[in-house]
């Protein structure tokens, strides 16, 4: 298995906030060794505070206007969607993102059931789970979950031929405390907490759409990073909380063409402060009544053989959006051109490697 | 959901062996109210003593003979999968079954992290999982795993449509302490154990199949039974150690065609005796090359629309094996053809319920 030479040198963590970040206190052992991409949604004039310490830097949509120009407009606020601009400017070869109420007023680290409190971080690419660094296994369910864990392996009738696996792009991590509900799971279920640690992290099976999770995310950035895109919602637009769905989905199918593999499950974060159901309600309306057709239309579709880079599926997708999902509502033309000039944004900023002649 | 009359009216546990089942006495409080149909494998001049006050019928090679005639044929001893003839003449709705092995020297019942004992029966049918009382969800996957579970819920991005879930037809169940791993693996990894108690129940998904294990699992019969049929392995047949993972495969592609659903997960039993490595080596040589055949001809089949009904599926499937395996040696001729006097045995003992005219 591949090595890290030493993960400083290879990850970022990106923070979408709008507040102070006093409570990075609380994620210190954790995080101080690493550099941190900060990119403030909201007002940029307001100023905020991150603590002592911590190698950082903060772009605010002003930054974002001056490094993108035009292509900015790809990059929406007031929904978390701009922490993809975070995954754009860095260069790093995995990223660790985290949602700023993770961090809300009952602040807490989760804890493994023996007390331990988890290093979510860590688990998603070092620890011994190594999400990231072991293959994933899209191709056949293991009843002992991921084969690659500690005192696991494949279970009996699992084919040989399909045991290397393919590489892993993308770690989601859960949540304890506050479920990740839409608003009206919250309406319904207001107290509702999630309490259950499972010990587990497992591969989702190719062909099989899952509602991806931005809150405790890392990913391989230099192999699946232009699919990361959060979309154009958020202020203004119709389409709001579905910004980390509407990226997972687009990776998911990218990834089921490629032969890559995605994971979910441990680490744990604690998820403190849920957000208003009322507030949510308002947001996410459109999106609940499109879901039945996006969904549908993201469990259809096929990549043609040609596409062999993820820019490539990336790009085909955008049109498929506008084709297919656009009739829907003149909103899916401007989220596929918006798709298209993210990746324009990506190439931009992330030029391949020259090689000698 | 569906309401249980009384378990007991509803419910038999099936235990194939070979050996006196003393051991009965450590699951006494957790199946003594219910029926037991042991079947017993080997020499049928053996007697095997069932402890006093288990309510049991067993079935011994002679009485599978007298019971089935020429039929008899599609029935196998010595691996197991002669407890496929409980099934067939079990009258009841859900069926339990066991290994013996689960009943080793170093006998218990797993536990909880807790301490308490695990009451397998009761959580695969009752007790607060109902894996089979509750829908499945193989059409999407949900973070939180088994959204019917308590403290549990469909996360935000799951499409409302698929809510509801589908029948649920199979509740596998696994194994603290000895894994259930392939001789290879066996041999690679003498001392490992499995002893993390992962507290999820999960819906396998639409289109992924798995290796089903027969040691801790439950079923809908009325629903499902007519699939459980454990192949023509074991004595004199040169495919051994299949007999579950074949019934799960025709099951799994079944149950997608007719939109059942299969969990995995808990309830967990405590397996104490690892099969020999070396005699499972021999037994399972050729079914290790083989499943790399037998795999995607269940990850492509494609059964018709018009197959309605378990049987019509079940027979189609036997068509298909004789025809699309069969090229890889003349054995799976014969499985094809047992597969069809299976569904020929279990139409004449579960005559469909006459209607009154």
Not at 96 to 103: G, L, M, P
Not at 234 to 251: E, N
Request: proline share 8%; with cysteine; hydrophobic share 40%.
């Amino acid at each position: 298995m591949e090595q890290l030479r030493d993960l400083k040198d290879d990850l970022d963590i990106v923070i979408p906030t709008i507040r102070n970040l006093d409570f990075l206190e609380m994620w210190r052992p954790f995080f101080q060794p690493y550099h941190l991409i900060i990119v403030q949604d909201g007002d940029p004039s307001n100023t905020i505070a991150v603590p002592d310490g911590f190698d950082h830097e903060l772009y605010n949509r002003n930054d974002v206007n001056k490094v993108l120009g035009p292509k900015a407009t790809c990059i929406s606020f007031k929904d978390s969607t701009c922490r993809c601009f975070g995954f754009l400017v860095s260069k790093k070869k995995y990223i660790f993102t985290i949602d700023d109420d993770c961090f809300g007023k009952k602040l807490k680290v989760a804890k493994k059931p023996s007390g331990k409190q988890i290093n979510a971080l860590a688990q998603h690419i070092k620890g011994w789970s190594k999400n990231l660094l072991t293959p994933s296994t899209p191709f056949f369910f293991n009843a002992l979950y991921d084969p690659f864990a500690n005192g696991a392996d494949f279970v009996h009738g699992y084919p040989f031929s399909l045991r290397e696996g393919v590489p892993t792009a993308i770690s989601q991590g859960l949540w304890l405390n506050i479920p990740d509900y839409d608003a009206p799971t919250q309406l319904v279920k207001p107290l509702e907490r999630n309490t259950r640690f499972v010990d587990a992290v497992m591969t989702i099976p190719k062909g099989t759409l899952f509602p991806m999770c931005g809150m405790n995310l890392a990913f391989n950035r230099k192999v699946i990073g232009p699919t990361m895109y959060f979309g154009l919602m958020g202020d203004g637009q119709p389409l709001c909380r579905y910004v980390d769905m509407w990226a997972g989905w687009c990776a998911k199918v990218i990834c089921d063409h490629l032969g890559l593999g995605i994971k979910t499950g441990l680490p744990y974060i604690w998820h403190s402060k849920a957000s208003n159901p009322f507030v949510n309600l308002k947001k996410e309306y459109k999106g609940i009544y499109w879901q039945e057709d996006m969904i549908p239309f993201f469990q259809q579709i096929v990549l043609p053989k040609g596409c062999k880079t993820v820019q490539d599926c990336y790009i085909e997708l955008a049109n498929k959006v506008k084709e297919k999902v656009g009739p829907l509502d003149p909103y899916f033309e401007k989220l596929g051109d918006a798709m298209v000039t993210w990746i324009e944004a990506w190439n931009e900023l992330n030029p391949p490697p020259q090689t000698a002649n």
